[in-house]
């Protein structure tokens, strides 16, 4: 069973979380090599696709592996320990299976309103890093 967590705990996780998820894509992509930003390519056109695809279920996977590939490579044991601690807090509540059942409409809303924190990440990267963004 998930618990449920209010609207204002979930605010304050994804102030925090975007935070320290810009600090780990800034870590992260100073050591980046060619096959870690095909990875992360990869991933984000799979997103793109299964979201052409109105496949939730699976779009919110690509979506959690593309973080989670991120916190592994910022290098710091503590900073992904705490981010996949507040990731699993907030999201596997608030886009939890048992609530989304795979439907495009129910997850819509939340990927919209969640997924900027990243876009603004990609966005940073080249000025942050020197580096191409996606």
């Known amino acids: 069973m998930v618990a449920s967590i209010s609207a ?3 605010e304050e996780l994804f102030l925090i979380r975007s935070r ?11 050591s980046f090599r060619k096959s870690d930003l095909k990875t992360l390519r990869g991933l ?5 696709k299964l979201a052409r695809m109105k ?11 593309w973080h989670h590939f991120i916190f592994r490579k910022s290098g710091k044991e503590q900073l992904e320990q705490l981010l996949l601690e507040l990731w699993n807090r907030g ?10 059942k ?4 129910g997850a819509r809303e939340s990927i919209a309103k969640f997924s900027t924190p990243s876009s603004g990440v990609r966005r940073n ?6 580096r191409s963004t996606f």
């Not at 320290?20 to 100073?30: S, T």
């Not at 795979?102 to 409409?105: D, E, F, L, P, Q």
């Open 44 to 48: 984000l056109a799979q997103m793109s």
């Open 91 to 100: 999201m596997s509540r608030r886009l939890g299976a048992p609530t989304l």
């Open 20 to 30: 320290l998820e810009g600090l780990a894509a800034y870590l992260a992509c100073k």
């Open 55 to 65: 496949d939730a279920a699976n779009w919110l996977k690509a979506n959690e592996k």
């Open 102 to 105: 795979g439907t495009w409409s």
């Open 8 to 10: 204002d705990k979930m």
């Open 125 to 130: 990267w080249s000025s942050d890093c020197g």
